[in-house]
C-alpha cells in the first residue's frame, strides 16, 4: 500500500507540474507570436463620406503617425495598406493578406524582420519585390528568386468598369513568423508600392502601433485616440484574441481542479496504507501506551510516516514533472516518430511545436497541494492509533 501511494503520488503530481508547464508555454508562445507579428494597437479611421463614396482611407496618415508617435509608450507607428488578393505561381494559387509597409518599419517588426524562427533572402532588397511568409512559399511552391503574381479584383477603374490587376513581383525575403496562420498568408509590399497596387494614392488604410509595454494596452488606447482625433478608432491585441486569452485563462483553471482532484485521489491512498498498519500494529500501540508513550508521541510516529509518503513521492514527482518539461522536445519528437507524424498539428493549434514553460510558482502550487493533502489526509489515522486503548489493544494477546 506505501508503494502504491508513493507511486500514485508521484504521477499525480509529475501530471500536474507538466500540464501547468505547457500551459504557460502554450500562452507565452502564443501571445509572443502575437505581439511579435502583428501590431499592438491598429488605429484606422470611422466610415465618412468623399464624393458621394463612403470611405475608411487616412489621407493625412503622416500627421496621424506623428502624433501617435509623441504619445509617451509608444515605440513605433507605422501608415500601412492593405489588401487581400490571390497569389499565383505555376498554376498554384493561395490566397494573400498584403501589408504595405515602409522598409524601415519592416525591420522592426520582432517575428518578421528582426528575430524570426526562419528566413531566407536578403531583406535589404526589399524594395525590388516582395517578402512573404514561408507558409504562402510552401503552398505557391516557390522559392527566393522566383516571380509570383497578386491578382486583385480591384484593379484600374475604366470607362468600361474595374478591370483585374495582376503585377508581378519577385520573392526577395520569405519568413517564420512561428504562428501558422500569420505564415501561410503574410505578405509585405513596400508602402509606396501597395498604394499603387490598391488604389490608395496619397493614403493609408490604417496606422500600426508598437508600444513599449503590450501587457498594459488598455491604459494607453484612451491617448492615442486623444492623439489622432474625433475621428480616429483603436482595436488592440487584445480585442482581437481576447477571448482566445480569456478561455485559455479558463482552461487553466479546470485543468488545475481535474488534476488537483487526482493529486487528492493518490494521497488518499496514505489513508488506507496507515488504517492498515495501525490495525497490524494495535499490539505494539498497546505495549507502548502500557509503558508510558503518551498519545502525542504514537500520534506523531504514524503523522511521519503518512507524512514521509508524501514528501517522497511528491520529490520524485517533481522530478519526474521537470525533467518531461525541460526535455518536451525530444519527448514529442519520440512521440510523433511512433505516430509515424502528425502528431502535432499546426494547422490546427497555431504554433508549430508544443511548448513548455517551467515557472517556480507552478511548481510551488504543485509541491504545497500534494504535501498539504498528505499532511491533512495522515492526521486522521494517525489520531485513530493514539486514541487506541491499550486494554483493548492487548485484550487477545
Not at 87 to 99: K, Q
Not at 158 to 183: K, L, M, Q
Not at 326 to 338: A, E
Request: aromatic content about 10%.
Amino acid at each position: 500500500m506505501t508503494w502504491i501511494s508513493l507511486i500514485g503520488i508521484t504521477l499525480a503530481v509529475a501530471a500536474l507540474i507538466i500540464t501547468l508547464a505547457v500551459r504557460a508555454g502554450f500562452r507565452n508562445e502564443f501571445v509572443d507570436t502575437i505581439l511579435g507579428s502583428n501590431a499592438h494597437v491598429t488605429v484606422y479611421s470611422s466610415i465618412y463620406v468623399e464624393d458621394g463614396d463612403t470611405s475608411r482611407e487616412i489621407k493625412d496618415f503622416d500627421v496621424w503617425a506623428d502624433a501617435l508617435r509623441a504619445v509617451p509608450g509608444v515605440t513605433r507607428a507605422a501608415p500601412l495598406v492593405r489588401g487581400q488578393v490571390m497569389g499565383s505561381f505555376r498554376g498554384s494559387n493561395a490566397a494573400v493578406d498584403v501589408y504595405g509597409i515602409s522598409y524601415d518599419d519592416l525591420l522592426t517588426i520582432p517575428r518578421v524582420g528582426q528575430n524570426p524562427d526562419e528566413a531566407w533572402g536578403d531583406i535589404s532588397r526589399f524594395s525590388d519585390g516582395i517578402a512573404i511568409g514561408s507558409g504562402v512559399a510552401r503552398e505557391l511552391g516557390v522559392a527566393v528568386g522566383d516571380k509570383i503574381k497578386l491578382i486583385s479584383p480591384e484593379g484600374a477603374k475604366t470607362a468600361f468598369g474595374t478591370s483585374p490587376r495582376v503585377s508581378s513581383y519577385e520573392v526577395v525575403y520569405v519568413f517564420t513568423a512561428g504562428r501558422y496562420d500569420i505564415d501561410k498568408t503574410r505578405a509585405y509590399l513596400t508602402f509606396s508600392e501597395a498604394q499603387k497596387y490598391f488604389n490608395r494614392q496619397g493614403a493609408a488604410d490604417e496606422i500600426e502601433v508598437m508600444i513599449e509595454h503590450p501587457e498594459k494596452v488598455d491604459d494607453i488606447a484612451m491617448h492615442l485616440l486623444t492623439a489622432v482625433g474625433d475621428r480616429g478608432m483603436v482595436w488592440t491585441w487584445r480585442d482581437a484574441s481576447g477571448s482566445f486569452l480569456r478561455a485559455l485563462d479558463i482552461e487553466d483553471n479546470v485543468m488545475f481542479v481535474i488534476l488537483a482532484i487526482l493529486v487528492t485521489v493518490a494521497t488518499l491512498n496514505i489513508i488506507s496504507g496507515l488504517i492498515m498498519l495501525v490495525k497490524n500494529k494495535g499490539r505494539d500501540i498497546g505495549i507502548l501506551r502500557t509503558i508510558g508513550l503518551t498519545q502525542g508521541s504514537v500520534m506523531r510516529v504514524f503523522f511521519i510516516c503518512g507524512a514521509f509518503t508524501g514528501i517522497v513521492g511528491t520529490v520524485f514527482g517533481v522530478a519526474l514533472g521537470a525533467l518531461f518539461a525541460m526535455y518536451i522536445d525530444n519527448i514529442m519528437s519520440f512521440v510523433n516518430y511512433l505516430n509515424g507524424g502528425g502528431a502535432w498539428d499546426p494547422s490546427i493549434r497555431g504554433i508549430y511545436a508544443l511548448p513548455a514553460e517551467l515557472r517556480l510558482v507552478d511548481v510551488l502550487k504543485a509541491v504545497s497541494l500534494s504535501l498539504g493533502l498528505s499532511f491533512i489526509v495522515t492526521i486522521f489515522p494517525a489520531r485513530k492509533a493514539a486514541r487506541m486503548n491499550p486494554v483493548e489493544a492487548l485484550r487477545y494477546e
